[in-house]
């Protein structure tokens, strides 16, 4: 077809901003996706897809006492009628409400194959069959009364509800769940009788306070039953809409017919695929993470769950039942978000609120079904009084309504003769000539004084909200009566139940962490402070190719940021690592985050928990091949359990260090070949989370940095090397520069045949612990060590062992502990200052020139320099 432009200069054409029509569409497709598809509506517990699917059974007749039909036959109806969107979803959600495991209370009565608790997938819609459960004739009762809404359905052939009356709460009872856009929803199922309990409770006292609720409302109870563990997460649920709650599967230890010892499951957390966490158990038993099963086996049947992990002979069965909770789904958090559809938008809501829109619900509910049966029976009524009077002269109505020639003058003859309105003569003329001469006077009085006793009863059911709630609560005691049964999850009290962290004193505490990963918590007071050259004392045992290669301080109570050598950053409270002794090995790593294959934590910091208004906070972090990036401190708010990415590395660099700097801090770098980098944090522009880094320090072919601290006043650079000498110096000595070198002298390595093994800042309220590669820890007193030039040998701080060096250094608070034995504070080979070289080797400063220092500034991709 050829472009007619005068065609188009008669179109109307609308200018618009593509970011404006982008946002107004994705407003469009989130509310589409909210109202209509993810969240139930508070009244009847239902997304639109199950409304349907229970609509059209309905109207297919597929009730309790008639034949199963295909479910085929089933979606191909709500698929053509009332939801577009696809067979799958459609019976995706169908299969869910026939589900024995899914659902507390069945919706559909499904025969055939429609999946299990081992993740097994239904069978086809062409091989299964379902028609409604009794219970679901409960939630479509007097729809025919007008009780709800319609609105046309999709092509406007037909219409459709846009909720269901709703008999019982089935919200609370089946429990839902949703993920929409920006939003998501997760309601436990409950016990029928204890929500139907708590919903008379709220109409007989509507100021009814939340303890009151929990005398009805014990808690969630799953189809799959299991054991929640403490009510605090039931409470802050029922109080706020939000809330975590414990599963545990329900376990018994049994001593076997041959003598051995067997752990049964019988119960499992709800949702838990049971195939999957026997898997999960051989995989830890093979991976040596839990000791002492021999074997497990799935005895299940359609009696039950039957999971028996038998034990070997020399297993403690008890440890082995907590390492199963601790490290498997056995026990699983069930995290509440009782997020609803209130007249049409989404609400977290309270579950008095929950109760109570339930309860406004079937207010409107019974009116309307009132007002539909009051009219009914007006209508009835009115007709029976026109009756009456033909009754008195059949006769005379017999003979107008055969002399007459049609309908309609007929009933113009009636209305003439008797003052009959339409609707009156309407019903005459309908009548054959066998019930008009058949109408016994006696039995049209009897109906017309029932009529007027229940139009009245209606009427004073209308004018008296306390007699609708009393009879809401009779039909609701029926339905519990009829549907209600005993409680399958059992609630286990947690004497003294309070919050973890109360139950976990405040203290300082070290965290130890080895080349393999173990890491452990021990108090501060642990590690006694010894003289200077002290032989120490044996801080963990580990294995012979373990060493220990980290140590870091903070409180039991203090949030931890744990970087990577990937570059990603998890986040722990203190207590969340294991306390243990001086000599334990403490647990892996791996147990607590998710780490990669090679991946280990390389830097650790205490994080606050909020920043004071108008003060910046960056995360200040170095790499060993020298590269710097800061991000703010905020970017790191919200931590997932798998980590974020914090440092976008080169492939063959590593994250190393992490500080948390202000803005405004001067910075020192110090590299193993004892080279040291005085600057200005300020000299690297602030960076996002998934950036790399900009280059802080020059380094030589070999050469990495192996220190990485702030410079706060009052405090001395600390420097140890690997054959255990240290010294202090005054930060001063170190030559300020501001664009990245390879820094000034800070140690001479080839003269004294060692290597810089870390560098610290320090003043005299700290102490010093070293960790040598043999697991041997001394902790000594940094005001025992006095300041010396940044380039002497210093004094030895530990003898280790022959082959052995120091390969780690921790900075603690100073604690006046008495003194256990050590060795004299001064040794023979104590290098006095004296060995100090002059200040010339600054001369040897390699600067780079003002063009490098300038490009230096912009972020590093990982792959380039």
């Given at each position: 077809?050829?472009?007619?432009?005068?065609?188009?200069?008669?179109?109307?054409?609308?200018?618009?901003?593509?970011a404006q029509e982008m946002r107004k569409s994705f407003l469009d497709y989130s509310m589409s996706v909210i109202t209509a598809r993810a969240l139930?509506?508070?009244?009847?517990?239902?997304?639109?897809?199950?409304?349907?699917?229970?609509?059209?059974?309905?109207?297919?007749?597929?009730?309790?006492?008639?034949?199963?039909?295909?479910?085929?036959?089933?979606?191909?109806?709500?698929?053509?009628?009332?939801?577009?969107?696809?067979?799958?979803?459609?019976?995706?959600?169908?299969?869910?409400?026939?589900?024995?495991?899914?659902?507390?209370?069945?919706?559909?009565?499904?025969?055939?194959?429609?999946?299990?608790?081992?993740?097994?997938?239904?069978?086809?819609?062409?091989?299964?069959?379902?028609?409604?459960?009794?219970?679901?004739?409960?939630?479509?009762?007097?729809?025919?009364?007008?009780?709800?809404?319609?609105?046309?359905?999709?092509?406007?052939?037909?219409?459709?509800?846009?909720?269901?009356?709703?008999?019982?709460?089935?919200?609370?009872?089946?429990?839902?769940?949703?993920?929409?856009?920006?939003?998501?929803?997760?309601?436990?199922?409950?016990?029928?009788?204890?929500?139907?309990?708590?919903?008379?409770?709220?109409?007989?006292?509507?100021?009814?306070?939340?303890?009151?609720?929990?005398?009805?409302?014990?808690?969630?109870?799953?189809?799959?039953?299991?054991?929640i563990m403490g009510r605090m997460g039931i409470r802050a649920a029922y109080g706020t809409g939000r809330g975590r709650i414990i599963l545990r599967?329900?376990?018994?230890?049994?001593?076997?017919?041959?003598?051995?010892?067997?752990?049964?499951?019988?119960?499992?957390?709800?949702?838990?695929?049971?195939?999957?966490?026997?898997?999960?158990?051989?995989?830890?038993?093979?991976?040596?993470?839990?000791?002492?099963?021999?074997?497990?086996?799935?005895?299940?049947?359609?009696?039950?769950?039957?999971?028996?992990?038998?034990?070997?002979?020399?297993?403690?069965?008890?440890?082995?039942?907590?390492?199963?909770?601790?490290?498997?789904?056995?026990?699983?958090?069930?995290?509440?978000?009782?997020?609803?559809?209130?007249?049409?938008?989404?609400?977290?809501?309270?579950?008095?609120?929950?109760?109570?829109?339930?309860?406004?619900?079937?207010?409107?509910?019974?009116?309307?079904?009132?007002?539909?049966?009051?009219?009914?029976?007006?209508?009835?009524?009115?007709?029976?009084?026109?009756?009456?009077?033909?009754?008195?002269?059949?006769?005379?109505?017999?003979?107008?309504?055969?002399?007459?020639?049609?309908?309609?003058?007929?009933?113009?003859?009636?209305?003439?003769?008797?003052?009959?309105?339409?609707?009156?003569?309407?019903?005459?003329?309908?009548?054959?000539?066998?019930?008009?001469?058949?109408?016994?006077?006696?039995?049209?009085?009897?109906?017309?004084?029932?009529?007027?006793?229940?139009?009245?009863?209606?009427?004073?059911?209308?004018?008296?909200?306390?007699?609708?709630?009393?009879?809401?609560?009779?039909?609701?005691?029926?339905?519990?009566?009829?549907?209600?049964?005993?409680?399958?999850?059992?609630?286990?009290?947690?004497?003294?139940?309070?919050?973890?962290?109360?139950?976990?004193?405040?203290?300082?505490?070290?965290?130890?962490?080895?080349?393999?990963?173990?890491?452990?918590?021990?108090?501060?007071?642990?590690?006694?402070?010894?003289?200077?050259?002290?032989?120490?004392?044996?801080?963990?045992?580990?294995?012979?190719?373990?060493?220990?290669?980290?140590?870091?301080?903070?409180?039991?109570?203090?949030?931890?940021?744990?970087?990577?050598?990937?570059?990603?950053?998890?986040?722990?409270?203190?207590?969340?690592?294991?306390?243990?002794?001086?000599?334990?090995?403490?647990?892996?790593?791996?147990?607590?985050?998710?780490?990669?294959?090679?991946?280990?934590?390389?830097?650790?910091?205490?994080?606050?928990?909020?920043?004071?208004?108008?003060?910046?906070?960056?995360?200040?972090?170095?790499?060993?091949?020298?590269?710097?990036?800061?991000?703010?401190?905020?970017?790191?708010?919200?931590?997932?359990?798998?980590?974020?990415?914090?440092?976008?590395?080169?492939?063959?660099?590593?994250?190393?260090?992490?500080?948390?700097?202000?803005?405004?801090?001067?910075?020192?770098?110090?590299?193993?070949?004892?080279?040291?980098?005085?600057?200005?944090?300020?000299?690297?522009?602030?960076?996002?989370?998934?950036?790399?880094?900009?280059?802080?320090?020059?380094?030589?072919?070999?050469?990495?940095?192996?220190?990485?601290?702030?410079?706060?006043?009052?405090?001395?650079?600390?420097?140890?090397?690997?054959?255990?000498?240290?010294?202090?110096?005054?930060?001063?000595?170190?030559?300020?520069?501001?664009?990245?070198?390879?820094?000034?002298?800070?140690?001479?390595?080839?003269?004294?045949?060692?290597?810089?093994?870390?560098?610290?800042?320090?003043?005299?309220?700290?102490?010093?612990?070293?960790?040598?590669?043999?697991?041997?820890?001394?902790?000594?007193?940094?005001?025992?060590?006095?300041?010396?030039?940044?380039?002497?040998?210093?004094?030895?701080?530990?003898?280790?062992?022959?082959?052995?060096?120091?390969?780690?250094?921790?900075?603690?608070?100073?604690?006046?502990?008495?003194?256990?034995?050590?060795?004299?504070?001064?040794?023979?080979?104590?290098?006095?200052?004296?060995?100090?070289?002059?200040?010339?080797?600054?001369?040897?400063?390699?600067?780079?020139?003002?063009?490098?220092?300038?490009?230096?500034?912009e972020p590093i991709p990982p792959e380039e320099e």
């Amino acid at each position: 077809m050829p472009f007619d432009e005068q065609s188009v200069a008669n179109q109307k054409i609308v200018e618009t901003e593509i970011a404006q029509e982008m946002r107004k569409s994705f407003l469009d497709y989130s509310m589409s996706v909210i109202t209509a598809r993810a969240l139930p509506d508070v009244r009847d517990g239902l997304k639109p897809v199950h409304r349907r699917i229970l609509y059209t059974m309905y109207q297919n007749g597929l009730e309790p006492n008639k034949a199963y039909r295909k479910c085929a036959d089933t979606v191909g109806t709500v698929m053509g009628s009332y939801h577009p969107h696809g067979d799958a979803s459609i019976y995706d959600a169908m299969v869910r409400l026939a589900q024995e495991f899914s659902m507390r209370y069945r919706l559909v009565d499904g025969h055939g194959n429609f999946g299990s608790m081992d993740g097994d997938p239904p069978a086809a819609f062409r091989y299964t069959e379902s028609r409604m459960t009794r219970l679901t004739l409960e939630m479509l009762t007097d729809i025919e009364k007008e009780t709800v809404d319609f609105i046309p359905n999709y092509d406007d052939r037909l219409t459709e509800p846009t909720v269901l009356p709703a008999r019982f709460p089935n919200l609370l009872a089946n429990g839902s769940t949703g993920i929409a856009v920006g939003m998501a929803t997760n309601i436990p199922p409950h016990n029928l009788g204890e929500v139907i309990n708590a919903a008379i409770v709220l109409m007989n006292n509507p100021d009814a306070t939340l303890d009151d609720l929990l005398k009805e409302v014990e808690g969630p109870d799953f189809p799959t039953a299991g054991v929640i563990m403490g009510r605090m997460g039931i409470r802050a649920a029922y109080g706020t809409g939000r809330g975590r709650i414990i599963l545990r599967a329900r376990a018994e230890i049994r001593e076997e017919k041959n003598g051995k010892i067997a752990i049964h499951v019988t119960e499992l957390p709800y949702q838990v695929n049971k195939a999957l966490l026997c898997k999960k158990i051989d995989e830890l038993s093979a991976e040596k993470k839990i000791d002492g099963i021999a074997d497990v086996n799935d005895y299940s049947n359609r009696d039950g769950i039957d999971v028996v992990i038998d034990l070997k002979r020399d297993a403690k069965p008890q440890v082995v039942l907590n390492k199963l909770f601790l490290f498997t789904e056995m026990q699983s958090s069930f995290s509440v978000t009782m997020l609803a559809l209130v007249k049409g938008e989404p609400k977290q809501l309270t579950l008095k609120e929950m109760l109570q829109h339930y309860i406004d619900h079937q207010v409107d509910v019974l009116t309307r079904r009132t007002r539909h049966d009051l009219r009914k029976a007006k209508e009835r009524a009115h007709i029976l009084d026109a009756l009456l009077v033909a009754q008195d002269a059949i006769d005379e109505v017999i003979a107008l309504i055969r002399s007459s020639a049609n309908v309609p003058e007929a009933k113009e003859k009636l209305a003439a003769r008797f003052g009959f309105d339409d609707l009156q003569t309407t019903a005459i003329v309908r009548m054959t000539l066998g019930q008009l001469t058949g109408l016994e006077k006696g039995k049209l009085e009897d109906e017309l004084a029932e009529l007027a006793r229940k139009i009245a009863e209606w009427e004073a059911l209308l004018a008296d909200k306390v007699k609708m709630y009393a009879l809401i609560q009779s039909e609701l005691v029926a339905i519990r009566d009829k549907f209600s049964d005993p409680r399958r999850t059992e609630i286990q009290d947690i004497d003294g139940e309070v919050e973890i962290e109360e139950l976990i004193p405040v203290e300082d505490c070290v965290y130890t962490m080895t080349e393999m990963g173990y890491i452990k918590r021990t108090t501060v007071e642990t590690y006694q402070q010894q003289g200077r050259g002290g032989k120490g004392v044996k801080g963990l045992t580990r294995r012979e190719e373990d060493t220990v290669h980290t140590m870091f301080t903070a409180s039991s109570h203090d949030f931890i940021m744990m970087f990577t050598s990937k570059g990603r950053v998890f986040r722990l409270k203190g207590y969340e690592i294991p306390e243990s002794n001086r000599q334990g090995k403490g647990l892996n790593i791996v147990n607590l985050l998710q780490l990669g294959g090679e991946e280990k934590v390389t830097a650790v910091i205490r994080a606050p928990r909020e920043i004071p208004a108008g003060q910046e906070c960056y995360v200040t972090m170095v790499t060993k091949r020298g590269l710097m990036k800061r991000t703010p401190l905020a970017e790191f708010r919200n931590i997932r359990a798998k980590g974020l990415n914090a440092f976008i590395l080169r492939e063959d660099d590593q994250l190393a260090w992490a500080q948390l700097t202000n803005g405004t801090d001067r910075l020192l770098f110090a590299t193993k070949s004892g080279r040291a980098v005085y600057t200005a944090e300020e000299r690297i522009r602030p960076h996002s989370r998934n950036a790399g880094g900009n280059k802080a320090v020059v380094l030589r072919d070999g050469d990495a940095v192996v220190g990485f601290d702030k410079v706060e006043p009052g405090k001395s650079v600390l420097t140890v090397t690997e054959s255990g000498f240290g010294r202090r110096s005054d930060i001063e000595t170190y030559r300020f520069t501001k664009g990245y070198s390879q820094g000034v002298v800070n140690y001479q390595t080839e003269k004294y045949s060692t290597e810089v093994a870390a560098v610290a800042m320090v003043d005299d309220n700290d102490d010093i612990i070293l960790i040598a590669s043999d697991g041997v820890i001394i902790r000594i007193s940094a005001a025992s060590l006095r300041e010396m030039g940044r380039t002497g040998k210093g004094v030895r701080l530990m003898r280790s062992a022959e082959r052995e060096r120091v390969v780690s250094v921790a900075v603690v608070p100073h604690e006046e502990d008495e003194e256990t034995e050590a060795l004299p504070a001064a040794q023979a080979d104590d290098i006095s200052d004296t060995d100090d070289i002059s200040d010339t080797n600054d001369s040897a400063d390699e600067s780079l020139s003002d063009e490098d220092i300038d490009s230096a500034d912009e972020p590093i991709p990982p792959e380039e320099e």
